[in-house]
C-alpha cells in the first residue's frame, strides 16, 4: 500500500501480488522505501510451507473485506452523526 500527498493532493494504491514473477521488480524502489523489497503472497506463504491461495480465493477475499470495511466505516460515521445531532 502506498500513500503520497504532493500540492495538497493525496495519492494512494494497493498492489497485492499473489504469484507474481517478482523479478521484475528488482530494479525499483517502492514507495521511496529503500530496502524494502515487493513480496507476493505466494512468496510468504512460501516461508512458513503454506501453500498459496488462487488469484480467484484472493479476489473474493479482498472484496469481501473491503465491503465489511466500508460498511464499518459507514455505520461510524452515521453514529458520529448522530451523536453530534443530540
Known amino acids: 500500500m502506498g500513500v503520497r500527498v504532493r500540492k495538497w493532493v493525496s495519492m494512494h494504491g494497493l498492489a497485492l501480488n499473489v504469484t507474481t514473477n517478482l523479478e521484475h521488480f528488482n530494479l525499483i524502489v517502492p ?20 501453500a498459496c491461495p488462487s488469484m480467484d480465493e484472493v479476489k473474493a477475499a479482498m472484496v469481501e473485506e473491503m465491503e465489511r470495511a466500508v460498511r464499518a466505516a459507514a455505520a461510524s460515521r452515521r453514529a458520529a452523526d448522530e451523536q453530534m445531532s443530540r
Not at 521511496?32 to 510451507?49: K, M
Open 31 to 50: 514507495c521511496g522505501l529503500v530496502g524494502r523489497p515487493v513480496t507476493s503472497i505466494e512468496r510468504e506463504l512460501a516461508i512458513r510451507g503454506e
